[in-house]
């Protein structure tokens, strides 16, 4: 075939420059490659660690909620019997001055039949 040698010699001259060409380019996509997977195992591993955080703030959170929960029913039990007691108390001595003031009534009316 004629020009086939001349063919043969002009790939041969360029054979290195795409040989370079084809390594490059496996190079790049190989540095890609690594860069991607270093990228998404540091995200992966960021994501682990924010996803910890927040259970140990999430359990942080529901044991400040419980403590509060139990102040709570302490002081509400803590008002209901000291109201109680002050209701109590307040009624006691209302019973008594309505008897003192009946007392006085009654002394009262008989120091004027006394007088009269």
Same mark, same amino acid.
């Given at each position: 075939?004629?020009? #086939? ?7 041969? =001259?360029?054979?290195? %420059? ?7 380019? !496996? ?9 991607? /997977? ?9 994501? #682990? ?27 509400? #039990?803590? !008002?209901? !019997? %000291? ?8 009624? #006691? ?13 009654? =002394?009262?009316?008989?120091? /004027?039949?006394?007088?009269?």
């Amino acid at each position: 075939m004629p020009g #086939t040698d001349q063919l043969l010699q002009s790939a041969a =001259n360029q054979g290195w %420059t795409a040989l370079a060409l084809v390594v490059i380019g !496996i190079g790049m996509m190989g540095a890609f490659a690594f860069i991607g /997977k270093w990228l998404i195992g540091n995200a992966d591993k960021r994501a #682990t660690e924010v996803q910890a955080s927040f259970a140990d703030y999430r359990k942080e959170a529901a044991d400040r909620e419980n403590r509060l929960a139990d102040r709570v029913n302490k002081l509400e #039990t803590f !008002i209901e !019997i %000291t109201l109680t007691k002050l209701i109590s108390d307040c009624s #006691t001595a209302l019973a008594e001055n309505a008897k003192a003031m009946q007392s006085l009534r009654e =002394n009262c009316a008989a120091v /004027k039949n006394i007088q009269n």
